[in-house]
């Protein structure tokens, strides 16, 4: 790699720069989960977190080492929404002006939000434009800075931040499940897994239709895939950072993928046994405990919710869509 990895110690240094301005979610524990999984399972609510995700962890880290002059030309960023209305929630705080690519299909509820935190809102096509491509031309030609959603060791640091507190409450873990699409989230739970319970297996989740990260570990090499259609809107990344993706072959032991109808599922037993509202995505984590319980059974297991931002019409709609199992 061209530059340093960050270290355990940058995710140190993004938790000092978010006190009193990241929220500290809580951990809940559910009797119906732990004798479900036949194991103690500690959920890391991030869709407690502010804007809803786990991402304003990551983006307000990354705005705030911005020097005068970088904030005052201001930010440039992509996201399907939850990385939109974390970059555009922390430059309001730190009054720094952003434009922001979103899909044209965004969820309606993470676009008003984006705006209503004051930035700049440019539609493309996911399934056609290069989102990527999209933001590195508008930064090159304004001299605006590029926040990545997760391919940035200051955003990956600050995503670390989530499982930091959630090792720092509950001490060590024998697994930890966490939700994956370009590896910002996994790979920061890595380097706070490694320095504070270093046996704790690490498992990152990504659907079914997108596993890129589970092929690129296989391979050895990052694959690219075509965008895939899946309800996990969070996750529809057609290749993991070069960044992460280091991180992850260093630390991350497997890759589990989970099907959309998986992913309604838990979000209809959040729903009705722990009483929260979790989007797809942030289903990803605790579908794959489901699904490996025989292999986690009797362990201290740690589950991180990605986030909680959806559309009751499309949490209905979904609900509706896959009936109960039971």
Do not use: W
């Not at 990385?83 to 730190?94: C, E």
């Not at 720094?96 to 935190?117: E, N, R, S, V, W």
């Amino acid at each position: 790699m061209p530059q340093a990895l960050p270290t355990f110690e940058d995710v140190l240094a993004a938790a000092a720069r978010l006190e009193g301005v990241a929220l500290k979610t809580p951990v809940l524990r559910s009797r119906t989960l732990d004798d479900r999984l036949q194991a103690q399972v500690f959920v890391k609510c991030e869709n407690f977190q502010r804007m809803g995700a786990f991402k304003f962890r990551g983006g307000f880290n990354a705005l705030a080492k911005l020097s005068d002059s970088e904030r005052r030309a201001g930010v440039v960023a992509y996201s399907s929404g939850n990385h939109a209305q974390a970059v555009a929630l922390s430059a309001k705080i730190l009054q720094i002006p952003a434009t922001i690519f979103m899909p044209h299909d965004a969820a309606p509820a993470k676009l008003a939000a984006t705006q209503g935190y004051g930035a700049k809102v440019i539609a493309y096509d996911r399934y056609k434009e290069d989102a990527n491509l999209l933001a590195t031309e508008l930064s090159l030609s304004k001299g605006l800075t590029f926040i990545p959603p997760f391919d940035h060791p200051d955003v990956l640091s600050g995503q670390g931040t989530a499982a930091l507190e959630l090792f720092n409450e509950v001490g060590a873990l024998d697994a930890l499940f966490v939700c994956l699409g370009g590896g910002g989230l996994l790979s920061g739970s890595a380097l706070a897994a490694q320095a504070l319970s270093p046996g704790c297996q690490i498992v990152g989740v990504e659907p079914a239709a997108g596993n890129d990260v589970q092929q690129s570990l296989r391979k050895g090499e990052r694959v690219k895939i075509a965008t895939p259609v899946t309800i996990a809107d969070g996750a529809q990344t057609p290749m993991v950072g070069a960044i992460t993706f280091e991180i992850i072959k260093a630390l991350v032991h497997d890759i589990h993928t989970v099907t959309d109808e998986q992913l309604v599922q838990t979000m209809r037993f959040y729903a009705e046994r722990m009483k929260m509202i979790v989007e797809p995505t942030g289903c990803l984590s605790l579908a794959a405990a489901f699904q490996a319980s025989a292999s986690i059974k009797g362990q201290k297991v740690g589950v991180i919710i990605s986030g909680g931002n959806i559309d009751m019409a499309r949490f209905s709609q979904l609900m509706s869509a896959y009936p109960s199992g039971d």
